[in-house]
């Protein structure tokens, strides 16, 4: 019976771990293929990733020395690329969207988008808008909050290191 039990145990263990098995190789599959799609984006660029970051369901990346910056994106049903070249940017900065709701005890703060900003230095070029987190396609923010501040810190310090 010991036998019986022992091996009953085993089995029921493995059911509860290959879940996780499989969520975590799909995850780095999906990694995976986010980096080479932005790989393969700079690589059309002449450009060489430096310094890169993969979260949610966006990679984003920067070649120091050639100035670029790579942004992908890959939603439900659509892909999003984006290069910009920082020696035509004036300034980055963060576009949070959020609002308030209130409960009869608390306040909360429900972020709605959160985008980082360039805009040009010539005034008649399009400001460049990268979008980190939609609340239209994702429930809550998974890091895309410290993330965009990073990126902010990085693509500015590139910014003051071109003039």
Partial sequence: MDQGST???LIILALCII????IRRNKIKRERLMLKSLTDLANLHNCKINEHEL????????DKLKNYLFFYKKMKDKETTQFINLESINSCKILNSSRTIKNKQEKYHVIDRLSLSLKPNLEHKKEQILEFFNSDYNSQTYGELQSIEKWLKLVNLQLKLKS
């Fill in 55 to 62: 979260c949610g369901d966006y990679a984003i990346g920067i």
């Fill in 19 to 22: 879940p996780f098995i499989i």
């Fill in 7 to 9: 091996i009953i145990g």
